[in-house]
């Protein structure tokens, strides 16, 4: 009796645990037209798949049920993290030798097709300690891997948002 019992609370703990709705992540991060990005770097790096695959990876470690849909969805229903990249800075070739990198972004939790909360990151490099000798698109990909952690603490400070929508 004492086993069933234990078992039917590990399995309404479980349930509870798992309780909430998905989170579907836009992946790739969209790129506007008007967005400021040399070229040989939006080439070279590929930066909306670097954001959009650091965010979805970052998301999906603090809220499981995370789901990626395509960069150029449009979701009406249920819930969407949209990241939009605003800004991406830096010279093409040359790493750390030739100036700071950045990248900025705007993160928008979209419930059927209504913004709830925006915000905005922006994470600039020269490259670390070892930057003089990391290429442009590895600071890039690391700059993108530092938004997705800062959209995966976003998201944990909103969980509540994110599970009650």
Not at 40 to 68: H, N, W
Not at 78 to 89: A, E
């Amino acid at each position: 009796m004492k086993k069933m019992v234990s078992a039917f609370a590990l399995a309404a703990f479980s349930t509870s645990c798992m309780a909430g709705n998905v989170l579907n992540v836009q992946t790739p991060a969209v790129l506007p037209q008007e967005t400021n990005i040399p070229d040989v770097i939006k080439a070279q790096c590929k930066v909306p798949e670097l954001v959009g695959d650091q965010v979805f990876e970052s998301v999906s470690k603090v809220y499981e049920r995370t789901k990626q849909v395509d960069g150029s969805a449009n979701l009406t229903n249920g819930l969407l993290l949209k990241t939009t990249i605003t800004s991406v800075w830096g010279a093409s070739h040359g790493g750390g030798w030739t100036g700071p990198k950045h990248i900025s972004v705007t993160l928008d939790l979209i419930k059927d097709g209504k913004v709830l909360q925006t915000t905005t990151s922006k994470r600039t490099s020269n490259g670390g300690v070892w930057g003089a000798f990391k290429s442009t698109c590895g600071i890039m990909d690391r700059l993108a891997k530092e938004v997705g952690e800062d959209a995966a603490d976003w998201i944990k400070d909103n969980l509540s948002e994110v599970r009650d929508n």
